[in-house]
């Protein structure tokens, strides 16, 4: 069983450019989170997707969208990128909304 | 704000003895509450959970005791082994499930032999 995996690994983009970073899923969950690492903190919930639909939000701004896929896969945007948007960007997939997450190994993403 | 906090950034212990690790935490609509370990240049791995109906959980090595009067929880592993060096990271949730978590800064944990 192929567990959660992230594209790609390692990410270097300017200020103002936006980006794309790519999960995909545990085989048999439907349920995806994305979370944003900064440098020496913990993990900041950026949202959630069940079924190919939003189903909550932290506190980011607009500008960080994401998408589910039938498949489950997901992808998180980043639109007009700033400095402090630098950190790990993790995903995690769980088989429903109350169910233990399982976290992908990351994409680091810099901006410069 | 931060609503849940691991106020020890690091922590060593010897082989074989017990490692403790501290979490506070501030909201009380938190009823759920995880621990997850992390190497580095991977996620953070599931360890260990405890619903707030409870004050213990335990799973081998692994046990989690919740204080809800001080809300205070804590992961005891014993024995520590070389292994469990990684950092440590508490996460709670509202609503009862193991979603849409929040996470304290995380500590670092370093068995040594």
């Known amino acids: 069983e192929t567990g959660v995996t992230q594209s790609p690994t390692h990410l270097i983009k300017t200020r103002g450019q936006q980006v794309t970073l790519r999960c995909s899923s545990q085989?048999?969950?439907?349920?995806v989170s994305w979370y944003q690492q900064a440098l020496g903190q913990g993990p900041q919930f950026i949202f959630q997707?069940?079924?190919?639909?939003?189903?909550g939000r932290g506190n980011f701004p607009p500008r960080f969208s994401g998408l589910q896929f039938p498949n489950y896969s997901s992808e998180l945007n980043v639109n007009a990128l700033e400095l402090d948007d630098s950190a790990l960007y993790l995903c995690?997939?769980?088989?429903?909304?109350?169910?233990?997450?399982?976290f992908g190994p990351g994409t680091r993403l810099l901006v410069l | 704000d931060q609503q849940v906090k691991q106020n020890s950034p690091s922590l060593s212990v010897q082989e074989g003895r017990i490692s403790i690790l501290n979490c506070d935490y501030t909201?009380?609509?938190?009823?759920?509450f995880l621990w997850y370990k992390k190497y580095p240049a991977e996620g953070p791995t599931f360890l260990i959970s405890?619903?707030?109906?409870?004050d213990k959980n335990e799973d081998g090595r692994f046990t989690v005791f919740l204080n809800k009067s001080a809300k205070h929880l804590s992961l005891h592993i014993v024995p520590s082994q070389p292994g469990d060096s990684a950092v440590y990271f508490c996460?709670?949730?509202?609503?009862?499930?193991?979603?849409?978590?929040?996470f304290g800064q995380g500590t670092r944990l370093t068995i040594n032999p």
């Open positions: 995690a997939s769980s088989l429903g909304l109350e169910e233990t997450q399982y």
């Open positions: 085989s048999g969950h439907n349920t």
């Open positions: 997707y069940y079924r190919e639909e939003e189903n």
């Open positions: 909201n009380s609509m938190f009823d759920y």
């Open positions: 405890i619903s707030s109906i409870k």
């Open positions: 996460a709670a949730s509202v609503q009862g499930g193991a979603q849409k978590l929040v």
